[in-house]
């Protein structure tokens, strides 16, 4: 597949890449182009790819509620930027659980050396994420060696097994209690994980990540409530239906200070 240009749609763009842009070697960030290994061949978003990562005919709902209608006018062309299927998702939320992004980052990124081919482009790095079929191959010490605990890279590679027989597949429609029950049966997947491989896997725009204590803290910024319980961010987010997913990916940019306005 040929590298095509990309960025006009990306100056009309903020997504999570532009967080971390030190972060797994499979995707980074060279002249606001968003550049992706993905399965041994590195391309830039666009085309029949974008569609899958960055939407850019995606509109915002018309929140009601109005702090977060003011953030989706302050960056009103945030897309969903994801990594493109249920296995990526669940592979990034698993070895995110419990950890910091920078942590995360590095434990994808030594996962991605063990397993992935390198690819070289600008002087950068490229590793596709390794397939379900690398990773239910890898023995537990192999996978331990990455910095996750037993008991996570346990969990890893038995996820790994399921989506390699077939026993993962998404859905059909948008239903996220349909995606969540689906996922939640799985080893080590909780509804933060299960959320979160919707979130960074496909782009789901409603899938709310409850008990994301970054999301939290984000809140309590854009609300300015310092006191604000999870309960009472829980209750609030009923109100950003039908997407959920979206507005909490306008407070964590609002929070880390990475959108743009296009004024």
């Known amino acids: 597949m040929n590298i095509v240009n990309a960025s006009l749609i ?38 029949d790819r974008t569609t899958r990562f960055l939407d850019p005919a995606m ?15 302050r960056f009103h062309a945030l897309r969903p930027l994801a990594d493109g299927g249920l296995w990526e998702g669940l592979l990034t939320s698993i070895t ?15 996962l991605c050396v063990m397993l992935s081919p390198v690819q070289v482009h600008q002087g950068r790095e490229f590793r596709a994420l390794p397939s379900a079929g690398s990773v239910a191959a890898c023995s537990l010490e192999q996978v331990r060696s990455i910095g996750l605990t037993t008991k996570r890279a346990q969990g890893l590679i038995n996820v790994a ?44 725009p409603d899938v709310y990540p409850k008990g994301d204590v970054a999301l939290l803290r984000a809140a309590r910024v854009a609300y300015d409530d310092p006191g604000m319980s999870m309960r009472e961010l829980d209750l609030r987010s009923e109100g950003w239906r039908p997407q959920r997913a979206i507005a909490a990916r306008l407070l964590w940019t609002n929070l880390l200070g990475m959108g743009w306005d296009n004024e």
């Open 59 to 73: 509109m915002h709902t018309q929140f009601a509620d109005p702090v977060i209608s003011a953030l989706s006018r």
């Open 10 to 47: 990306l100056q009309q763009s903020s997504g999570p890449i532009r967080w971390m842009p030190s972060g797994s070697p499979h995707r980074a960030i060279i002249d606001r182009r968003v550049l992706i290994a993905d399965g041994g061949v590195l391309m830039e978003l666009a085309g």
């Open 96 to 110: 995110g659980q419990a950890v910091s992004l920078h942590s995360a980052a590095a434990f994808q990124r030594r």
């Open 161 to 204: 097994r399921e989506v390699e027989l077939g026993n993962v597949s998404a859905p059909e429609g948008e239903d996220v209690d349909l995606w969540m029950r689906e996922l939640i049966r799985l080893p080590m997947v909780g509804p933060w994980t299960a959320a979160s491989a919707l979130l960074w896997g496909v782009g789901h």
